[in-house]
């Protein structure tokens, strides 16, 4: 997810917080969708126990804090953001900072409503804003190289999918079709030239192989979306989508010995939401056509699921008890 490790906003000293990087946000990401998934598994499985409640504070929390360390820096460091926003790859996760919120919205829907809508509004404004800001500096600036695309590119754009899964059900229906259409556009653009630079350029660096996994996000959050802006009917549109989100999920469960070489960075986070997305996606699937082999499927994904989030939060709190991450690059 990020060119450095970065570090934990635990740092005792003013260089670990000017260090952190914004990308510490897809924690936020990866942690809402684990929360959605169980919240699925709950309704759908009749799990006796809510999971998801204890998931939901915890993820809420995370954000909190992680806004708070943020702003600080932002108050006593900007320079180092200012650094970051002009920064060809780290610029890209600034909107996860409003994807978290939007995903929020969705967690917190049958908590807190009124709270979920805040999120929902403020989330939805940000990321447009925050499109808009991206797709300028690349249209603008000179400083971009084919070297510094990865699949984070997704992130700023193809994010705007995200907004109509809380956002029709909190009634703001044409808003959210606004955003899924430029989401699924820009995509399908973003795509091409993603792959064209995975195929006839060199390798993406170790620290950015694992954001191969947003592949999987486009397609599985558009599908979700695509459902609550069409009432819930499984269309043929809908099965492409579906679709296409496992193809790219076998593809890459496939390259695991290739993954399971790479040195712990916390791009390893980037493994997270996509696994999410797709777990809930296929219990939906299971859901709509009454196909065992898919309530099957969604079963192994969704344990693939919480055995990746549980090495990422295992990894992560050992990386900031060494203060390995938030450190200056070399």
């Not at 204890?54 to 360390?69: D, E, I, P, S, W």
């Not at 556009?185 to 993603?194: D, E, G, R, S, T």
Request: charged share 10%; hydrophobic share 60%.
């Amino acid at each position: 997810m990020n060119t450095t490790e970065g570090a934990a906003p635990l740092g005792a000293d003013a260089n670990r917080l000017a260090n952190m990087p914004v990308s510490f946000f897809a924690m936020v990401m990866g942690m809402s969708g684990l929360t959605i998934a169980w919240e699925k598994m709950e309704v759908t499985q009749f799990v006796p126990f809510a999971a998801s409640h204890m998931l939901a504070h915890a993820t809420l929390g995370l954000f909190v804090v992680l806004l708070a360390f943020y702003a600080a820096k932002f108050v006593l460091h900007r320079d180092a953001v200012m650094k970051e926003l002009r920064h060809p790859v780290r610029l890209s996760f600034f909107p996860a900072i409003s994807i978290s919120m939007l995903l929020l919205s969705i967690v917190l829907m049958g908590l807190y409503p009124g709270l979920a809508k805040g999120f929902w509004i403020v989330g939805a404004a940000l990321h447009l804003a925050l499109t808009i800001y991206v797709l300028s500096s690349w249209i603008h600036h000179t400083h971009y190289d084919i070297k510094h695309m990865s699949p984070a590119w997704f992130i700023p754009v193809v994010g705007n999918v995200v907004v109509p899964v809380a956002g029709v059900p909190l009634g703001f229906v044409e808003p959210s079709w606004f955003f899924f259409s430029l989401g699924l556009v820009f995509w399908i653009v973003l795509k091409a030239i993603v792959l064209y630079r995975i195929i006839f350029h060199h390798p993406m660096p170790d620290k950015l192989a694992p954001t191969l996994f947003i592949f999987i996000a486009p397609p599985a959050v558009a599908f979700l979306a695509y459902l609550k802006l069409t009432g819930g009917e499984l269309d043929a549109f809908a099965r492409v989508l579906y679709y296409t989100g496992l193809f790219l999920t076998i593809l890459l469960l496939a390259q695991f010995p290739r993954f399971a070489q790479l040195k712990f960075f916390l791009s390893w986070w980037a493994y997270s939401f996509p696994l999410a997305a797709i777990s809930i996606a296929t219990f939906v699937m299971a859901e709509k056509t009454g196909l065992a082999w898919f309530e099957t499927t969604g079963h192994i994904l969704f344990a693939i699921l919480n055995v990746v989030l549980a090495l990422l939060v295992v990894r992560t709190i050992d990386q900031v008890l060494k203060k390995a991450i938030c450190v200056e690059e070399a």
